[in-house]
Protein backbone atom coordinates (compact mmCIF):
# COMPACT_ATOMS: atom_id res chain seq x y z
CA UNK A 1 0.00 0.00 0.00
CA UNK A 2 1.57 3.15 -0.90
CA UNK A 3 1.66 6.63 1.02
CA UNK A 4 -1.10 8.36 -1.13
CA UNK A 5 -3.35 5.42 -0.61
CA UNK A 6 -2.77 5.56 3.20
CA UNK A 7 -3.32 9.33 2.98
CA UNK A 8 -6.05 9.29 1.13
CA UNK A 9 -8.08 6.99 3.47
CA UNK A 10 -7.04 8.99 6.43
CA UNK A 11 -8.58 12.10 4.80
CA UNK A 12 -11.91 10.37 3.95
CA UNK A 13 -11.90 9.19 7.07
CA UNK A 14 -11.40 12.78 8.64
CA UNK A 15 -14.36 14.47 6.05
CA UNK A 16 -16.91 11.40 7.58
CA UNK A 17 -15.52 12.83 10.82
CA UNK A 18 -16.61 16.41 10.43
CA UNK A 19 -19.53 16.04 8.11
CA UNK A 20 -20.87 13.76 11.12
CA UNK A 21 -19.61 15.79 13.49
CA UNK A 22 -21.36 18.74 11.83
CA UNK A 23 -24.55 16.68 11.56
CA UNK A 24 -24.81 15.55 15.44
CA UNK A 25 -24.31 19.16 16.25
CA UNK A 26 -27.13 20.31 14.17
CA UNK A 27 -29.65 17.62 15.38
CA UNK A 28 -28.78 18.47 19.09
CA UNK A 29 -29.88 21.98 18.20
CA UNK A 30 -26.94 23.44 20.82
CA UNK A 31 -28.59 21.75 24.06
CA UNK A 32 -25.92 20.45 25.99
CA UNK A 33 -28.04 18.63 28.42
CA UNK A 34 -29.40 16.44 25.27
CA UNK A 35 -25.26 15.44 25.10
CA UNK A 36 -24.37 14.95 28.36
CA UNK A 37 -27.25 12.23 28.86
CA UNK A 38 -26.81 10.37 26.03
CA UNK A 39 -26.42 6.99 26.34
CA UNK A 40 -26.16 3.71 23.85
CA UNK A 41 -25.63 3.83 20.13
CA UNK A 42 -26.30 7.03 18.46
CA UNK A 43 -28.51 7.81 21.65
CA UNK A 44 -30.98 5.59 21.73
CA UNK A 45 -32.52 3.36 24.36
CA UNK A 46 -30.82 0.23 25.86
CA UNK A 47 -32.97 -2.53 24.36
CA UNK A 48 -32.58 -0.94 20.54
CA UNK A 49 -28.99 -0.14 20.91
CA UNK A 50 -28.28 -4.05 21.96
CA UNK A 51 -30.19 -4.63 18.93
CA UNK A 52 -28.45 -2.60 16.63
CA UNK A 53 -24.75 -3.48 18.22
CA UNK A 54 -25.95 -7.21 17.37
CA UNK A 55 -27.08 -6.91 13.72
CA UNK A 56 -24.74 -4.26 11.98
CA UNK A 57 -21.89 -4.87 14.20
CA UNK A 58 -18.27 -2.80 13.86
CA UNK A 59 -20.39 -0.11 11.89
CA UNK A 60 -22.33 1.11 14.73
CA UNK A 61 -19.36 1.37 17.07
CA UNK A 62 -17.61 3.20 14.14
CA UNK A 63 -20.15 5.32 13.82
CA UNK A 64 -20.67 5.96 17.60
CA UNK A 65 -17.03 6.62 18.24
CA UNK A 66 -16.86 9.30 15.19
CA UNK A 67 -19.85 10.84 16.84
CA UNK A 68 -18.18 10.86 20.27
CA UNK A 69 -15.24 12.60 18.88
CA UNK A 70 -13.34 9.61 19.31
CA UNK A 71 -11.31 9.58 15.49
CA UNK A 72 -8.37 6.66 16.77
CA UNK A 73 -11.38 4.24 18.10
CA UNK A 74 -13.22 4.75 14.96
CA UNK A 75 -10.14 3.56 12.94
CA UNK A 76 -9.63 1.09 15.47
CA UNK A 77 -12.68 -0.17 15.70
CA UNK A 78 -12.44 -0.68 11.94
CA UNK A 79 -13.10 -4.52 11.35
CA UNK A 80 -9.75 -5.02 9.67
CA UNK A 81 -8.13 -3.59 12.49
CA UNK A 82 -9.98 -4.43 15.74
CA UNK A 83 -13.62 -4.00 14.52
CA UNK A 84 -14.18 -7.73 15.87
CA UNK A 85 -12.87 -7.44 19.39
CA UNK A 86 -14.13 -3.74 19.81
CA UNK A 87 -17.56 -5.20 18.75
CA UNK A 88 -17.83 -7.99 21.20
CA UNK A 89 -16.55 -5.03 23.91
CA UNK A 90 -19.36 -2.87 23.14
CA UNK A 91 -22.16 -5.57 23.22
CA UNK A 92 -20.80 -6.78 26.67
CA UNK A 93 -21.00 -3.16 27.74
CA UNK A 94 -24.14 -2.23 26.72
CA UNK A 95 -25.90 -5.28 28.00
CA UNK A 96 -23.59 -4.61 31.57
CA UNK A 97 -23.80 -0.87 31.96
CA UNK A 98 -26.30 0.04 29.31
CA UNK A 99 -23.97 2.67 27.42
CA UNK A 100 -19.86 2.37 25.88
CA UNK A 101 -18.10 2.65 28.29
CA UNK A 102 -14.38 1.08 27.13
CA UNK A 103 -12.70 2.63 24.27
CA UNK A 104 -15.31 4.82 23.37
Known amino acids: MTIYKIYSIFTIVAHIH ?22 GYLGLGWIISIIIAIIFGWIGGVLERLLRGNLLGAILALPFILGWLFWWIDVICLVLYRDIKLLA
Open 18 to 39: ICIVQISQILKGGNKHMARSRK
